[in-house]
């Protein structure tokens, strides 16, 4: 089985811009999440997306925000782009829910804004 | 709320050395307890994993003990290798959380030959 698989794997935008980031989870697992990470904050979770609705929602500004597709395919976007959104996005799937089961992570998608 | 507290890094041992990182948790409930790991420049890989008291997780020849008396969850192997140089992030999913995992700051580890 592939992984999850994440795109693209780095990109650099300028503050004020917009991004759009994607995400695949492994075929037949329903759940996908979203988590950044910094060096400063850490891992922090953004949201997670179930069936296309988003299940839950991490203490992010509503620049953040996301979407997940009939096959289970998710994207997040960032509006207005702020230098400390510099960060690896890490996406999550898991096979039901992200309740107590594991989540396998892609490789991420490395952001940089000028 | 739920947290997470790993030792501070970096942890640096020489080849075979015996390693131990500590973690401990403050949960409400019964939270189920990850050990993840980032190698450069990738992703997570979930490394071992318990989801009740006394549990062990084992995976690769590193083990941790869910220990509820002492809400901890140290991650050890008796012998380390150049190739296990990485960071290695402590992590708890419970009701509280939503079950969305909280993590610890990540304990990064440098193996020398």
């Known amino acids: 089985k592939a992984g999850v698989t994440q795109t693209p794997r780095y990109l650099i935008k300028t503050r004020g811009q917009q991004v759009t980031l994607s995400c695949s989870p492994i075929s037949g697992h329903r759940s996908v999440s979203w988590y950044q990470q910094t060096p400063g904050q850490g891992l922090q979770f953004l949201f997670e997306y179930f069936s296309e609705t988003q299940r839950n929602k991490g203490n992010f500004p509503g620049r953040f925000s996301g979407r997940q597709f009939s096959n289970s395919r998710s994207e997040m976007n960032v509006s207005t782009l702020e230098l400390g959104d510099s960060a690896l996005y890490l996406c999550a799937s898991s096979s039901t829910s992200a309740r107590q089961e594991t989540q396998y992570f892609g490789p991420g998608t490395r952001l940089l804004v000028l | 709320g739920n947290s997470v507290t790993q030792m501070e890094g970096p942890v640096t041992l020489s080849e075979e050395a015996f390693l131990t990182i500590n973690c401990t948790y403050t949960?409400?409930?019964?939270?189920?307890l990850f050990w993840y790991v980032q190698y450069p420049g990738e992703g997570l890989q979930l490394l071992l994993k318990a989801t009740k008291a006394d549990d062990k997780g084992s995976n690769k020849g590193f083990e941790a003990t869910y220990r509820k008396e002492t809400t901890s969850f140290h991650l050890e192997k008796g012998s380390v290798q150049v190739s296990d140089s990485a960071v290695y992030f402590c992590a708890l999913s419970d009701r509280d959380s939503n079950y969305q995992l909280i993590w610890g700051a990540g304990t990064k580890l440098i193996i020398k030959p």
């Open positions: 949960a409400t409930g019964y939270p189920s």
